[in-house]
């Protein structure tokens, strides 16, 4: 089969790791891709969202099957305008992206089919949003309504930062057209899960749960960033408690989306919070998270073509989509000053005696090496049969790796540690 992987950062890179093992591939592309991926794929400079030349290059190496992985591209139509030109696809089509393309739809779908989450308000206009932060609970949530690379979400702790989130999305438009429409939420507390899932818009089949750390520094401090770590499987998420997220959420939510007439076939992610009144859903994503395919994906012990495939044809339900009983950690080695400010072009090395798995996220090619290229650059993967030993291991890792101005949290998988030590100790 001959396969391209729309995309070019960490996650891209894992799912193209696993497409790999399949022996019937027999020409994997990136588009674009980066330096390090071109290990493992054939990068052609095509941007993700350059529709058009991205069906014209399918058609043109005649492409079996895509992977269509960012948000851009599937909330744009990728998926559709390749499956118009007669190429199979995994990932949702436009109208079930919507999901996370719009704050407001995946709101509103909640409300009108009974799926809990954070009560809200939507605010169009500048001055009534303000008006209603005059007397709104503090701390709350305000949110972009449309795709912001993972940082349109302002956890406000005082009644000034929601204001000036509230400025920014929506009169200095620091998010563009994506800040036009907020959502304002309730402050939810209680841990947070990450769940993504197969779905062919019937069933529902879970990967492992996984934990992000969103925050640039170690204690969850600073600005949030598209991820700087993961860990799964997520100790907070118990057997009791994701049987209870399948009947209350994830079948629920698949089938209002079919009620809807957007029926969503691909990775469906839910954001969840484990609060005190039951698990809620802080957000959907309509594709694989990033960094948490980079946890999830190594897990895997089922082919990844054969489950796409399934996915795509309506075939889940006699799938299997098996993963180890073993964890996995991943530290995402950044250029420091990410999210923010940063400097690039640094060259990238690698100790021989790496013994992890290395996924390139900001990296480019220049005169034949690599060197940095994002604020995002490496993301360290280690697997072990228990999540303290992953940690360790990527720990361990991680000094291996070299450039100027590298930075990494210390603290990837603490909070999960810590419920297993009170486990033990209890």
């Not at 099957?65 to 089509?93: N, S």
């Not at 309730?186 to 019937?202: A, Q, W």
């Not at 994503?285 to 082919?303: I, Y």
């Amino acid at each position: 089969m001959r396969l391209m992987v729309i995309g070019g950062g960490g996650r891209e890179h894992a799912i193209i790791k696993k497409l790999k093992e399949n022996p019937a591939v027999e020409a994997l592309y990136a588009l674009p891709g980066n330096g390090g991926i071109a290990k493992d794929a054939v990068c052609v400079p095509i941007g993700a969202k350059d529709i058009p030349v991205i069906v014209a290059f399918a058609k043109e190496k005649q492409i079996d099957y895509a992977v269509v992985t960012p948000d851009d591209p599937l909330v744009l139509g990728c998926v559709d305008a390749l499956e118009d030109a007669g190429v199979r696809c995994f990932g949702p089509r436009k109208d079930a992206a919507v999901i996370e393309g719009s704050k407001v739809f995946a709101k509103e779908l909640m409300k009108k089919y009974g799926i809990p989450t954070a009560a809200y308000e939507v605010f169009d206009d500048p001055q009534d949003a303000l008006r209603y932060l005059e007397t709104a609970p503090i701390p709350t949530v305000v949110k972009a309504d449309g795709l912001a690379l993972g940082k349109g979400v302002v956890v406000a702790q005082t009644r000034e930062e929601a204001v000036g989130a509230v400025r920014s999305m929506m009169e200095d438009r620091v998010f563009g057209a994506s800040g036009a429409r907020i959502v304002i939420e309730e402050f939810l507390t209680g841990p947070e899960v990450s769940v993504l899932s197969f779905t062919d818009g019937n069933v529902v089949k879970p990967m492992v749960s996984s934990m992000d750390h969103k925050r640039a520094h170690d204690g969850d401090e600073g600005p949030n960033t598209g991820g700087m770590g993961t860990v799964a499987p997520n100790p907070f998420y118990t057997d009791e408690i994701a049987k209870e997220c399948m009947e209350r959420i994830f079948l629920p939510t698949v089938r209002a989306m079919n009620a809807e007439g957007r029926t969503f076939r691909g990775c469906l992610y839910f954001g969840l919070m484990l609060t005190p009144d039951g698990p809620k859903v802080i957000e959907y994503n309509c594709r694989f998270g990033d960094p948490e395919a980079q946890v999830v994906l190594p897990l895997l012990e089922s082919d990844l073509l054969t489950v796409f495939e399934a996915v795509t044809d309506g075939r889940l339900a006699q799938t299997e989509v098996r993963f180890s009983d073993g964890a996995a950690c991943c530290v995402v080695v950044a250029s420091d000053g990410y999210p923010k400010q940063y400097e690039t072009g640094f060259p990238i090395t690698v100790d021989d005696d790496f013994d992890a798995e290395l996924l390139c996220a900001g990296v480019k090619e220049k005169d034949g090496s690599l060197v940095t290229g994002g604020g995002r650059v490496l993301c360290v993967v280690a697997k072990a049969e228990t999540l303290p030993e992953a940690v360790a291991k990527a720990y361990q890792e991680v000094p291996k790796v070299h450039f100027q101005n590298a930075y990494c949290r210390k603290d990837i998988g603490g909070r999960a540690l810590s419920v297993l030590n009170g486990r033990k100790d209890g």
